[in-house]
């Protein structure tokens, strides 16, 4: 009987916890647990009322390694699914090793007085990981994730080599608002108000926050302008392709969003130090989430299409190619499936698809820690057409 263990019950979640329960044949028994009992309680009636069975639920700290073990002991799962927030990967992946159980993420770990994230202390754990025999899988939600198995499956496939890789996300979907974040606003605001960034013959090139843009064709919603950010799928992506030259990230943002963010930014609602309020310490940004709609309410009022996707150029049979690999997703159909609006949809749907490959043996390693792109690609594109998120090829002239 394979048992899985959900940590955090937010946005994301709740689409995790909704697909491993549509599989029943590999999720048999699902146990969700976060710090606040009630989101859990909520998502377990979310998906009784929806016909596909019970689920356990429980409350934990997930930054208390003692009580994360002592629940991993008691659930005794095949895996541990982190979509609590990046502060808690490495608390999480320590009682994942105590107990000797599988470890999956969607997104890499993030102290949090300091908007950097990296993958090295987490892939400090691959030794370890290995010689407890269980898998530590990082980053399997879309970006990172299906972007990394975009690559991957460009590698394995479409190309004898790959010289340039752009990400490609953008998410025009309207939820009304004058200004909302689709996925915990922490630590989205954090991320693109941090220094953009891109790999390029061998080194870093870093770009002031939101200075370099493109505009770029998205099939099924049309031409829009696109940021170039720094985002963790490409520090794995640059080691793992050879031969590759460039590797960037671009993602796209409305006038609104933008506009509003310049002004919380001027006015330092964006600071993530602790500052002095009427006698208490607050960190501003923490409060500004506070104020700012929770994402999974955003699901309802959300219209519109999401597309990521990967534009490849490289070799193939001593020819250029450009290869263009993506997914369209709807807001509004996500919603009515599992009570979601497409961001967490296409981050849930990943991070279910990776458990399942490692639980059928497809992605069962002898242990260790991976990158999603170090897998092989074919099994998990299939299965994103089996679970909700189809993609799609182009071949676009070369210049
Ligand atoms: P939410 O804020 O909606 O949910 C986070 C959940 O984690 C909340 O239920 C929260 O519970 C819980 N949590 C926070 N701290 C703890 C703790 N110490 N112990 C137990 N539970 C805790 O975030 P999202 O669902 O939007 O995002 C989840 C993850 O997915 C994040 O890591 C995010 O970076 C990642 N992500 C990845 C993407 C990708 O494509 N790879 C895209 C989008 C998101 P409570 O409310 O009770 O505090």
Redesign the pocket.
Known sequence: MQSVLI???????RVVTHKCAQVRDTFKDITL????IS?CEQIKNEIIAKGLGDINIHS????DIPALVTLIKRVKPNIVIN??????DLTIMEACLQTGVNYL???NYEHPDTAKFEYKEQWAYHKRFQQAGIMGLL?S?????VTNVFCAYAQQNLFDTIHYIDILDCNAGDHGYPFATN??PE?NIREITAKGRYWEKGKWIETDPLSVSIDHDYPEIGIRKSYLMYHEEMESLCQNIPDLKRIRFFMTFGESYLTHLQVLQNVGMTRIDEVEHNGCKIVPLQFLKTLLP???SLGPRTKGKTNIGCVITGIKDAKPRKTYIYNVCDHESCWAEVNSQA??Y??GVPAMIGALLILSGDWKQEGGIFNMEQLSANPFMNALNQHGLPWNILELPVE
């Open positions: 940590i955090g019950a937010g946005g994301v979640s647990a976060s710090r606040t989101k934990i700290d997930a930054d979509v609590a927030l990046p502060y808690q993420d969607t997104a980053g939600g879309f970006d990172p994730g996925f915990n630590i929770d994402p999974a961001i967490s296409t981050t």
